[in-house]
């Protein structure tokens, strides 16, 4: 499939412009190039970043806070960066600052856990960018605000429920939602309407979807398209960053990565092509000051990226993936869970550890909440001693959901119900919805190896193992006590001689810090990682492509960050020519020595 390149309008493009995506796909780059574009155009431009791995810093080569600062060589540009976490944390004592001394410590400790999860920091950091949407003052001097990162559907649903707030208040006893007391949200309510009406403006506003030629990621692309349509952001454009074309005819290595991403666009044919859709071809990673930016979207000049020179480097201590399975064997039972970003390859990594395991004689169960089933698809077989469950999240948190609309929800007015309807969609109400089910799968680790894909976070943890906190969601969402298996699960994972944790990412900068997130997150609960899984390496592939060559010698500083600043173990896995499915591919990939040994 064959798109035209992207390239940015300055007479067409909008005031606001959002880039939006998951993780890893180059939302920053792009945000970065449109906006750089725009200033070298005549306009003046405003760039804001919302996300909490931000790298606008290193990528403008400026540094920056959260006041407008010109950047350096862009005359007409300036930039900021919201840290998402510095303005929960001000939400939250703004929220709990005026009950200190009034309530117990316990009670506040409680609530300050309830306010450290996601929706908490999404809606800090739309407290934030609303200021320049939804206030006409704010921003005023400038033609185009250019937003690295989009609020999600959810959050948008939230605040155009916003007048319902009044009447939810006044019936639900507790005064809390998925992101915490909703009274510290109630000053802000015209600026949230005002903000969700211009997104919804197609002549104020233009939504930029940015994926990467992976199925997963074009998934989420079209989720989000699909969720923000139903709220009225029609303006939307699709780019896929990162299209590879390979001139190396012999070159195994590139011409299955060129494969594999187009026919990634091939399953999302109809999607694609139902937006205006534009692509950016793959640069080497790490794009960074105004030359590389400008080479991004400028065809003349991309080829000028791809020219570099070998530098002597020292890789720290890495271990194989066989290794860790070694350790792993080592107490014959106990459970072993993947956490990471998505499209890392957590799935593959707990089934090739699973079915190497279930192979040298253990009794094994794998289990996933995947809701695309990319687990059945990875595994495509049946081994001996494995049995395999699918935790559905949707299931599960339709149940629970249900539940609370029978109870809570049954005495509440139309518009209170449909704000409690809004709190029970949050990313917060799935993770508790699917624990239960978590707990279960983990007792099971007493008597045979149970490998999980994906685990609850840290934030989850906590919030359910403080019985304050846990009782305040009882009586606020009608909940039932906790079966045995909750009650003991964050012992059994805080044993490191029971629960193994991996956190599996790629030698890239989004993914790592996603993890490194993660680890604090967790490090919090009292549960420390058994090892990080570096996955999909390019180091010594021995490719004759020079793009290619180049994003493996981008790999050496971030094996050095996790190595120094993260990790006490690492594990590699080099990237695979064909994607490792079936209980063969999955057992030899398990059994690799050696960095670059092929499967």
């Known amino acids: 499939m064959k798109l035209p390149l992207y390239q940015p309008d300055p007479a067409s493009a909008t005031r606001f412009l959002f880039f939006t995506g998951k993780g890893g796909v180059g939302k920053t780059s792009l945000s970065c190039a449109t906006a750089l574009m725009l200033a070298e155009a005549g306009k003046r431009v405003l760039l804001v970043s919302t996300d909490p791995a931000s790298n606008l810093d290193e990528v403008l080569e400026t540094p920056l806070s959260g006041k407008p600062a010109p950047v350096a060589g862009a005359p007409g540009l300036d930039a900021l960066n919201i840290d998402p976490v510095a303005a929960a944390e001000a939400y939250r004592e703004r929220v709990i600052g005026p009950m200190r001394g009034l ?95 211009t997104l919804a403006d197609a002549t104020a506003t233009t939504l930029v979807l940015v994926s990467r030629p992976q199925s997963s990621a074009l998934a989420e692309a079209a989720r989000t398209s699909s969720e923000l349509q139903q709220l ?47 692509q950016v071809p793959l640069r080497p990673i790490n794009i960074l000051g105004l030359a590389g930016l400008r080479a991004l979207l400028d065809p003349a000049l991309g080829e000028s990226i791809t020219t570099f020179s070998l530098s002597a480097w020292s890789p720290p201590r890495m271990e194989s993936l066989a290794d860790l399975v070694d350790d792993l064997e080592k107490n014959g039972h106990g459970v072993i869970m993947t956490m990471g970003k998505g499209g890392v390859g957590k799935t593959t990594v707990a089934a090739a550890i699973a079915v190497s395991l279930a192979r040298r004689g253990h009794r094994v169960h794998l289990s996933t909440t995947d809701p695309a089933a990319h687990l059945e698809q990875t595994l495509a077989g049946e081994v001996e001693g494995l049995s395999v469950s699918r935790i559905d999240p949707h299931a ?75 009782q305040r969601e009882l009586e606020r969402q009608a909940r039932n ?29 989004t993914p790592v810090h996603e993890a490194a997130a993660l680890q604090e997150d967790l490090r919090r ?50 990237w695979q020519a064909e994607e490792p499915t079936g209980p063969e591919a999955l057992s030899t990939l398990a059994a690799l020595r050696t960095l670059n040994a092929p499967v």
């Open 103 to 197: 309530l117990p410590e316990a009670a506040l400790r409680s609530m300050e856990e309830q306010l450290r999860g996601s929706c908490t920091v999404e809606i800090a950091a739309f407290d934030e960018f609303s200021g320049f949407i939804g206030n006409a003052e704010a921003a005023k001097d400038y033609d185009h605000i250019v937003f690295d990162t989009a609020p999600t559907g959810h959050t948008l649903r939230l605040m155009s429920l916003a007048k319902a707030w009044d009447s939810f208040l006044d019936q639900n006893t507790s005064g809390t939602s998925c992101l915490g007391p909703l009274a510290g949200l109630e000053k802000q309510r015209a600026v949230y309407e005002a903000t969700v009406a």
């Open 396 to 470: 599960e948190t339709a149940a629970y959901q249900a539940e609370v609309m029978r109870t809570t929800g049954e005495t509440l007015d139309p518009s209170s119900r449909a704000l409690l309807e809004e709190d029970l969609r949050s990313p917060c109400t799935e993770e508790i919805a699917v624990f239960r089910a978590f707990a279960r799968e983990v007792a099971g680790g007493t008597d045979r190896f149970v490998v999980l894909d994906t685990a609850p976070t840290g934030h989850t943890l906590l919030l359910l193992d403080a019985s304050e906190s846990y």
């Open 525 to 574: 609960a009292g549960i420390e990682p058994f090892a990080w899984v570096v996955n999909q390496s390019l180091l010594g592939c021995g490719t004759c492509d020079p793009i290619l060559q180049r994003r493996e010698q981008a790999e050496h500083r971030y094996f050095d960050e996790v190595a120094k600043v993260h990790a006490t173990r690492i594990a590699t896995i080099p």
């Open 232 to 278: 009225g952001i029609t303006n939307q454009r699709l780019v896929l960053n990162g299209v590879f074309h390979t001139d190396c005819p012999d070159d195994r290595i590139a011409l299955a990565m060129e494969q594999r991403a187009q026919g990634a666009m091939e399953s999302a044919k109809t999607f694609i092509e139902s937006l205006p859709s534009t």
């Open 481 to 509: 006590s906790q079966p045995e298996a909750v009650v003991n699960l964050l012992a059994r994972l805080r044993d490191p001689g029971f629960t193994r944790l991996l956190l599996v990412t790629l030698a890239e900068a």
